[in-house]
Nanobody
Framework: QVQLVESGGGLVQPGGSLRLSCAVS????????MAWYRQAPGKQRELVAL???????DYIDSVKGRFTISRDNAQKTVYLRMNSLKPEDTAVYYC????????WGQGTQVTVSS
């Protein structure tokens, strides 16, 4: 059973930064395109950023230039560096592969508020 364990969230003021981590227990994870998703209260889960096995990255427009996705294949961990955070970034953040293959983890809450 694959486990996804997200961590690193918290309460931060607007303009602040956080780095999220996602530990993945799956084998062959290094060959998969991994992604970060988020779900704000009352909204559907949305894809935020993805990273391919070849380290190509892509982002939704609202986070371009502020968020950076990366991966450490040796550690089977995916990261999301978030800078210049805004209140609208408040959400529970999850990771999964691009196809949402695995059961969702518990996520990590990010709250941006003064």
């Amino acid at each position: 059973q694959v486990q996804l364990v997200e961590s690193g969230g918290g309460l931060v003021q607007p303009g602040g930064s956080l780095r999220l981590s996602c530990a993945v227990s799956a084998s062959l994870v290094n060959s998969r395109t991994m992604a970060w998703y988020r779900q704000a209260p009352g909204k559907q889960r949305e894809l935020v950023a993805l990273i391919t096995s070849g380290l190509y990255t892509d982002y939704i427009d609202s986070v371009k230039g502020r968020f950076t996705i990366s991966r450490d294949n040796a550690q089977k961990t995916v990261y999301l560096r978030m800078n210049s955070l805004k209140p609208e970034d408040t959400a529970v953040y999850y990771c999964n592969d691009r196809l949402q293959t695995w059961n969702w983890g518990q996520g990590t809450q990010v709250t941006v508020s003064s």
